[in-house]
């Protein structure tokens, strides 16, 4: 399942970037493609905050959840901030050629939007939570394996010492 997150981030990263540009294209046309190319780049960019939040956990576990969507949320709200002056200077760029403001805005997240994806797409790390869980299924799996077997279908479930993880026998239906 972790393994699926990469994947579909990849693929949600590279549909944004080309709805971005969707949008600057239709930007100066008919508003009706506008409206739907903002639609498609609302499908394609919404669910990128709680997936790459999940595979945040995955990654720096054992944080929780609420400390890696912080440390998501503080860093956007500083990018955001970093990219202000640069959005209003490419506010009015174009906008004496072509009669229409922000076409060049658009592009430019469609630039952050391509470095975005490079980077992630170079980012290859182990999913720590994924290994964790894993290895403890393993660990119980061993743990609760039928040692002895007793008459009429009741086992003794024991531990890694040999102790027994119940006070009586367990009845197998099979």
Not at 34 to 41: G, K, P
Not at 93 to 105: F, H, I, N, Q
Not at 114 to 119: E, N, W
């Amino acid at each position: 399942q972790s393994h699926a997150y990469y994947t579909i981030v990849m693929f949600l990263l590279v549909a944004g970037a080309f709805s971005l540009a969707q949008c600057a294209i239709s930007l100066d046309s008919q508003a009706l493609s506008l409206r739907w190319a903002l639609i498609a780049t609302a499908i394609f960019i919404g669910p990128l905050q709680p997936i790459a939040t999940e595979i945040g956990c995955e990654v720096a576990y054992p944080i929780g959840e609420n400390g890696v969507l912080c440390i998501q949320e503080l860093t956007a709200n500083l990018c955001s901030a970093i990219f202000i002056p640069f959005f209003q200077k490419m506010g009015s760029v174009g906008s004496d050629r072509y009669g229409v403001k922000y076409t060049y805005s658009f592009y430019l997240l469609v630039v952050i939007f391509a470095v975005a994806t490079l980077l992630f797409s170079t980012y290859h790390s182990r999913y720590k939570r994924h290994d964790a869980h894993h290895d403890s299924d393993e660990d119980t799996n061993e743990e609760t394996q039928e040692e002895d077997s007793l008459d009429g279908g009741m086992v003794v479930l024991l531990d890694k010492e040999g102790v027994p993880l119940l006070s009586q026998p367990v009845q197998l239906y099979t």
